[in-house]
């Protein structure tokens, strides 16, 4: 069932053909839901979803406050545009408040799973009545958590799903025969822009990794700015990645004569094939001024900026 | 009596013998005492007052654990060669007690002058029965005390000598009308090597700004390491000042394809005439890239090394 089907071997139409019939079948006159998050994976379920289902597909956009600025906006100008409605449920409170007082890398990744799967997504999916739950599982999270990379994780327990009652739940995940390159191919297929596939990685939780210490909606909200300034200088840089990270670290500074006490801004920006190794970008001196310059003018608080140096390994991608 | 005697002005053996006349008529047969940093006006001081007095001069040097590695050992050897013997005070204890568990810069600062005056020198001082210190005041210093810039300083009550009981006691400032040329002027003549000049400038207690968060033995040992590949590979470059700073915040690395979470250093180099305005110094990034490696390679623990891109103002010199 989950014999990998290469993006050499995949015939997108029928692909997509199977894949709807599948999801009509499963869900039957019922309804379905899935949570879509932005990126490549659930962009590609939802469109499945939608052409399999219309009207009895509900697609929620989780609001965790802590993606880039106007980005629950954009996904859902994006859908409307392919005549998908998104329901944007605005769980930002929840989150904060489930981050509150942490620093602990872990425990703040933590947080934020369970926030999402319990509380937030978890919640909605009891509520709804649906019995079928479209997930963007691709062959690589397989191979990831049979090789113990990612955490093998029971869904139902995640969503607080009792599995004594959980009889009749279905979870589809129609992507699991494909990589990375066969999901884009079948979500450009069913019609996705290509702004979603040039759009540099930026992981859901991206702000627990880029705050260090208590992500707080201030400080989401400082890395937030600095990330924007990033990515537009960044943008043509053809570097594998690009970033923004608000370091806990406060740094003296001077305003208008005066002694600032602030925050650092550190800017890291990635040549890299696969991520397994990176070196930093090789950035002209006159691009890395206009972020300093930018970053300290645009970003309340913000005094001082560095550029990591240092390669993976002995660095990481990202900092925490 | 502060007059200025700028450099033009200046006849270094007038200024030397009227010096050493004065000096000579205030200590008459007593003993002076002084405290050397190994820092140009300390230095010029003791030249100065060891050619008055000889052997009625004691000068200590206070190792307070918190300067460049080697740093002591330079000092004692360079001074023997100009014949002045300098007695090594091993402090460190002390100094570590003091700082232990402070983070707040100012606190740190605090805590390092009261250690320095009360507890160390000031014994030293008290216990000796010298009635006269030299001190290595320049005329900037006074400017900067008036213009409200460095806090007055009572030097008795720093050093924990009661006013009531100080009848006798005399400070001596020999440098008081000159500026920092001046000195270095003063200090040539009175045959202090080249070295000592061509240094970058190092302020005594500079691990309590370059270390960010407490100040432990082992974390100045970091910085100390770090420092030193950084004069080493930034000797050529021109540079006003450069140095390396240890973060508190904690970063993601990897060794052995092992997670390790560690430590980051910051690399400051600066362009500046004055230190009143400052760019950060356009390395190469095979220069860059050598900080990283050699500086990630030889210092324990340290993952991760950025590179300071912002100017002064809004940036500062030193971190914190």
Not at 179 to 196: C, I, M, Q
Not at 276 to 286: D, I, K, M, V, Y
Request: proline content about 4%; overall charge neutral; hydrophobic content about 40%.
């Amino acid at each position: 069932m989950m014999t990998e089907i290469t993006v050499q071997k995949l015939d997108t139409e029928q692909f997509i053909a199977e894949k709807v019939a599948e999801i009509k079948d499963a869900v039957g006159r019922g309804t379905a839901i899935n949570a879509l998050s932005g990126g490549v994976d659930s962009s590609t379920v939802t469109m499945l979803g939608h052409r399999a289902l219309g009207k009895q597909l509900r697609t929620v956009f989780i609001e965790n406050g802590l993606m880039r600025e106007g980005e629950s906006d954009q996904v859902v100008s994006l859908f409307r545009k392919l005549g998908v409605t998104v329901e944007v449920i605005d769980a930002r409170d929840e989150f904060f408040a489930a981050l509150k007082g942490i620093t602990d890398p872990e425990e703040k990744r933590e947080a934020i799973t369970q926030t999402f799967y319990r509380n937030v997504f978890g919640r909605i999916v009891r509520e709804s009545g649906a019995k079928c739950l479209l997930q963007g599982t691709i062959l690589t999270d397989v191979d990831e958590t049979v090789a113990g990379i990612k955490r093998q994780h029971n869904v139902f327990a995640q969503l607080g799903i009792d599995p004594q009652e959980a009889f009749g739940y279905r979870i589809l995940e129609p992507l699991i025969q494909l990589r990375k390159d066969g999901v884009r191919k079948v979500g450009k297929a069913l019609g996705l822009p290509s702004e979603l596939f040039d759009r540099i990685p930026f992981p859901g939780p991206a702000p627990s990794a880029r705050v260090i210490g208590e992500v707080t909606r201030e400080r989401v909200a400082t890395v937030r700015r600095a990330t924007a300034v990033v990515e537009r200088l960044l943008k043509g840089s053809g570097a594998f990645q690009y970033m923004a990270i608000l370091h806990e670290d406060r740094v003296t500074g001077m305003r208008d004569g005066k002694r600032d006490f602030g925050h650092q801004i550190e800017v890291r920006c990635w040549d890299s094939i696969d991520a397994r190794t990176a070196t930093p970008t090789r950035l002209s001196f006159e691009i890395l001024e206009n972020l300093a310059r930018e970053i300290t003018r645009d970003v309340p608080g913000v005094v001082s900026v560095t550029y990591n140096i240092a390669p993976k390994p002995p660095s990481t991608i990202e900092a925490v």
